[in-house]
T-cell receptor, first 114, second 115 residues
Framework: DTGVSQNPRHKITKRGQNVTFRCDPI?????LYWYRQTLGQGPEFLTY????????KSRLLSDRFSAERPKGSFSTLEIQRTEQGDSAMYLC????????????FGDGTRLSIL | AQKVTQAQTEISVVEKEDVTLDCVYE???????LFWYKQPPSGELVFLIR??????QNEISGRYSWNFQKSTSSFNFTITASQVVDSAVYFC????????????FGKGTTLSVSS
């Protein structure tokens, strides 16, 4: 049983560059979440998909951020024109559709902006 | 407003000591779920337990136990006979019974267990 897979594990880039992260959820999970975690804080919600539909976005998700989940399988999170404040761990989670089902998290992608 | 408070930022214990991690939540919803996750140094959040708002039974799983009290809006986590491998950041989280609502996490408690 493979868990949630994220890549890359680490990304270092210069300010102003675009970056894209990928998340492969657990295969039977139709819900997929993106969170951001900064040092000393708990994860904060960014956006959520049910199958291929993006149903909810946090106000943290500025217009420089975009997420997709084509065909309801893997998901990508792109950040355009990166800023210093984007440095964080980006976590992906997936779950079954039932409300009480736990979200299972990947190892995250750590983004460092130079 | 929905909120989760983990007042203990860091706890240090010696192996075999018992330790309790506190979690206090706020919500006006009557139906909700509470979770505990463990985040070891490797970074992956590991699911530990889920509780729904209608089930106040305490739960024990090996060295772990959880005490849910709606009267005080608390969902505390106790590790009995702690071990070095328990060293991690522990997060309490709240999930509301609205379609698609994400987990609301506390800031976490860093537990350090020394030998």
């Amino acid at each position: 049983d493979t868990g949630v897979s994220q890549n890359p594990r680490h990304k270092i880039t210069k300010r102003g560059q675009n970056v894209t992260f990928r998340c492969d959820p657990i295969s039977e999970h139709n819900r997929l979440y993106w969170y951001r975690q900064t040092l000393g804080q708990g994860p904060e919600f960014l956006t959520y998909f049910q199958n291929e539909a993006q149903l909810e976005k946090s106000r943290l998700l500025s217009d420089r951020f975009s997420a997709e989940r084509p065909k309801g399988s893997f998901s990508t999170l792109e950040i355009q024109r990166t800023e210093q404040g984007d440095s964080a761990m980006y976590l992906c989670a997936s779950s079954l559709e039932r409300q009480d089902q736990p979200q299972h998290f990947g190892d995250g992608t750590r983004l460092s902006i130079l | 407003a929905q909120k989760v408070t983990q007042a203990q930022t860091e706890i240090s214990v010696v192996e075999k000591e018992d330790v309790t991690l506190d979690c206090v939540y706020e919500t006006r919803d009557t139906t909700y779920y509470l979770f505990w996750y463990k985040q070891p140094p490797s970074g992956e959040l590991v699911f530990l337990i889920r509780r729904n708002s209608f089930d106040e039974q305490n739960e024990i799983s090996g060295r772990y136990s959880w005490n849910f009290q709606k009267s005080t809006s608390s969902f505390n986590f106790t590790i009995t006979a702690s071990q070095v491998v328990d060293s991690a950041v522990y997060f309490c989280a709240l999930y509301l019974n609205q379609a698609g609502t994400a987990l609301i996490f506390g800031k976490g408690t860093t537990l350090s267990v020394s030998s």
